[in-house]
């Protein structure tokens, strides 16, 4: 018999988008009403700019719950804007987990600090390989 307390909710699905670019007016805002026209509600959204390189930087999440375009075809709505601002950019799904392999000296305690993070849900991956000397 399964207990209330130990079922776990399932997270909200959300998306996150990473932007770099040079550094111009407007890239907020565009990038914010697009997504809020497509039915997101953002949830977080960080940006920073770094004035020696003319660089731009941002991160935009936001709840997939009535989003009306698939990641497919935000792809393709989005190539514009991304085209407008010279962007590099890159859009995933917070239900990805990648596989990452940990590299580590013989000292445990970076190992533990990083397997603590994950299971706390600080990090969303996966570590099917430790390799160390």
């Not at 990473?18 to 039915?39: E, M, N, R, W």
């Not at 960080?46 to 075809?73: C, I, K, T, Y």
Request: proline share 5%; with cysteine; charged share 20%.
């Amino acid at each position: 018999m399964v207990s209330p307390s130990t079922i776990q909710p399932v997270p909200p699905e959300h998306a996150v988008l990473l932007v770099s670019c040079p550094d111009q007016k407007g890239i907020v805002a565009t990038v914010s009403d697009f997504v809020y026209k497509h039915g997101a509600n953002i949830v977080e959204s960080e940006q920073h700019q770094d004035v020696d390189f003319n660089l731009f930087l941002m991160r935009l999440e936001w709840d997939l719950d009535g989003f009306d375009l698939s990641m497919a075809e935000f792809h393709r709505h989005f190539a514009s804007i991304a085209q407008r601002f010279q962007m590099t950019w890159r859009v995933a799904l917070t239900s990805y987990r990648p596989r990452v392999a940990i590299l580590l000296s013989r000292l445990d305690h970076c190992l533990a600090d990083l397997l603590y993070r994950q299971k706390d849900g600080e990090l969303h991956c996966e570590f099917p390989l430790v390799i160390s000397n």
